[in-house]
């Protein structure tokens, strides 16, 4: 199993400013996931990041607002650029496990956006 | 696409009963269904996933391609089993790729 460490694990930040996740990862990983949870709504994948390279990101969402940065295999920042009151959710890192058939979850990132 | 749907938000047992929290999905090649558990105050965790067949905890899911199902269940419910349970999907064969969520289904076990 992997161990994740994510913070900060909440914030309450301003609109038009912005906040940069981290997510350390206890062994090597070639994939990095970052989700968003919004209230009462299921997880949602933003990207996904590999070392070396620029993430991929899913519809809906784009670099200039979730910019990610891959600097090594173990370590990932996600940052929500601009925020405002709707980006309010829960941010949660993910890394796939050894098999490459689960997901290992950091305890996730409660943004409060006032 | 790729769709997961739990249809319950809360399911509601007393301590002692019988537990199914129903999961469809829709994807038109092989999936790979799995369910995440969360506890409160910890963070997503696997419970189990379909192609292990295994009983995690009391808790079996049963992959019924003919009705796109992946139920999850336990014959006897208990308080330490309330948690939120989630319904998730893989695309492909042995490989994590990308991983769609339900919605999640909060469970309540009363004493």
């Known amino acids: 199993s992997a161990v994740i460490s994510q913070k900060p694990s909440r914030d309450i930040c301003q609109r038009g400013t912005s906040l940069t996740i981290q997510c350390q990862v206890d062994?090597?990983?070639?994939?990095m996931f970052w989700y968003r949870q919004q209230p009462g709504q299921s997880l949602t994948l933003i990207a996904t990041a590999n070392q070396g390279s620029e993430a991929t990101y899913e519809s809906g969402f784009v670099i200039d607002k979730f910019p990610i940065s891959r600097p090594n295999l173990t370590f990932s920042t996600l940052t929500v650029s601009n925020m405002s009151p709707e980006d309010s959710s829960i941010y949660l890192c993910?890394?796939?496990?050894?098999?490459?058939?689960?997901?290992?979850f950091g305890q996730g990132t409660r943004l409060t956006v006032v | 696409a790729q769709r997961v749907t739990q249809p319950e938000k809360l399911l509601s047992v007393f301590k002692g009963a019988p537990v199914e929290l129903k999961c469809n999905y829709s994807?038109?090649?092989?999936?790979?269904l799995f369910w995440y558990v969360q506890y409160s105050r910890q963070r997503l965790q696997l419970l189990l996933r379909h192609i292990s067949r295994e009983s995690i905890k009391g808790f079996t899911a049963d992959l019924n391609k003919g009705e796109t199902s992946f139920h999850l269940k336990k014959p006897f419910a208990q308080e330490e089993d309330s948690a939120m349970y989630y319904c998730?999907?893989?695309?492909?064969?042995?490989?994590?790729?990308?991983?769609?969520f339900g919605t999640g289904t909060k469970l309540q076990v009363i004493p």
């Open positions: 994807y038109s090649g092989s999936p790979e």
């Open positions: 998730a999907l893989s695309k492909g064969s042995g490989g994590y790729q990308k991983v769609t």
């Open positions: 062994s090597q990983v070639t994939m």
């Open positions: 993910s890394v796939e496990g050894r098999m490459n058939t689960e997901a290992f």
